[in-house]
């Protein structure tokens, strides 16, 4: 059973910041983009960040600046620093990755999600 784990979300003031974890677990033979989405109350979905396996990132224009997508390919972790947060930042986070687990084929994960709220 694959499964993406976020953690590090929580409560900060404007101008905060924050770093968010994506750990992938169970039976993966490889994992492709790995990448941060979020969704704001009454908003859809929207891409944050992506990272390719060698480290090609790919940011939201609304993020470029502050926020830093990485990656660690021996832990199978997601990582985004966000810095400068601004109360539009608030949403809950979705990690997101294109995964191959041992049962064959490239799937479409994601995790469960982590608040992150941003308030004075």
């Known amino acids: 059973q694959v499964q993406l784990v976020e953690s590090g979300g929580g409560l900060v003031q404007p101008g905060g910041s924050l770093t968010l974890s994506c750990a992938a677990s169970?039976?993966?033979?490889?994992?492709?983009?790995m990448g941060w989405y979020r969704q704001a109350p009454g908003n859809q979905r929207e891409l944050v960040a992506t990272?390719?396996?060698?480290?090609?990132?790919n940011y939201a224009d609304s993020v470029k600046g502050r926020f830093t997508i990485s990656r660690d390919n021996v832990k199978l972790t997601a990582y985004l620093q966000m810095n400068s947060l601004k109360l539009d930042d608030t949403a809950v986070y979705y990690c997101?990755?294109?995964?191959?687990?041992?049962?064959?084929?490239?799937?479409?994960?994601w995790g469960q999600g982590t608040q992150v709220t941003v308030s004075s």
């Open positions: 990272i390719a396996p060698g480290g090609n990132t």
């Open positions: 997101n990755a294109d995964i191959f687990p041992n049962r064959g084929g490239w799937y479409d994960y």
């Open positions: 169970g039976s993966i033979v490889g994992i492709r983009r």
